[in-house]
């Protein structure tokens, strides 16, 4: 049986298909698939009055309260300079919040010891800006990184890396060394790497921005299917994508706000 990660892809590619055939619905992120019904939940991610600053005292996130349930999707929208990075920084649980606090799976991060951060981690995956990239390693065994650190040999994760390769446009770039590709296809080999240990929450800063129309189409597709599968999901974005959320929150100047007067709430 597939897992979570080869069943989106497949769901994505019948789509993909009965579109083509006219069957089916529209292109890939062409239209908004229908918001799954969820159960009320304990929210999975919960930032409470958070605040981060440099050591000078600048501060780069101002009171912060922002809530995500198991199962959802959330966008954060803001121009650059904005704070996105660092949010998405904050959230991931790189770096604590100097004021606040972040709870992650109903748990406070900041009562956790190193060997349950390090626990916590394994259920995240993180896109960060500039996408981190081993220019010698192959294509695949950069996605397969989270593995290979931790000397684990995960036979389907192997599987699932050269599905979600083949998925985003890099199948046949899997035994190339990975300082041999693009920017975009540097971001798109990260959003695999992220999405290949079937993370619960994903967390994504600007995951489009460097990749073309069609290959943002298909991320766009995949993480749809991969959210209505059950995986949280919180995007940063320098603007919104009404196929992803018709409701993004709004980050301006280091603080969060909600939809502008027009968009759904």
Do not use: Y
Not at 20 to 39: K, M, R, V, Y
Not at 79 to 93: F, H, N, Q, T
Not at 230 to 243: F, H, N, S, Y
């Amino acid at each position: 049986m597939g897992t979570m990660v080869t069943v989106a892809c497949d769901r994505v590619e019948e789509g993909v298909q009965d579109a083509a055939a006219g069957t089916g619905p529209p292109a890939p992120g062409d239209e908004p698939l229908p918001e799954p019904e969820l159960p009320q939940q304990t929210p999975l991610l919960c930032l409470e009055q958070a605040e981060v600053r440099t050591a000078s005292g600048r501060a780069l996130l101002s009171s912060i309260d922002l809530t995500v349930p198991e199962g959802g999707l959330q966008t954060v929208v803001g121009p650059r300079g904005a704070g996105k990075s660092v949010l998405c920084r904050l959230l991931a649980g790189a770096a604590p919040p100097t004021a606040g606090r972040l709870l992650l799976f109903d748990r406070d991060t900041a009562r956790l010891g190193p060997g349950e951060r390090a626990a916590l981690r394994r259920q995240l995956g993180v896109v960060a800006q500039p996408p981190h990239v081993l220019a010698h390693l192959s294509v695949l065994d950069n996605v397969l990184l989270p593995f290979i650190v931790r000397n684990e040999h995960d036979d389907q994760a192997r599987r699932d890396g050269v599905e979600l390769l083949r998925w985003i446009g890099l199948g046949d770039s899997i035994g190339l060394p990975a300082g041999c590709l693009s920017s975009g296809e540097r971001q798109s080999l990260a959003i695999a790497r992220a999405l290949v240990t079937r993370p619960a929450l994903v967390i994504a800063d600007e995951p489009f921005a460097p990749l073309d129309a069609a290959a943002a189409r298909r991320i766009v597709r995949l993480l749809q299917e991969l959210n209505r599968l059950g995986t949280t999901l919180v995007i940063a974005l320098r603007d919104p994508r009404p196929e992803l959320d018709l409701a993004p929150l709004r980050l301006s100047g280091g603080r969060l706000s909600g939809p502008r007067e027009g968009e759904a709430l």
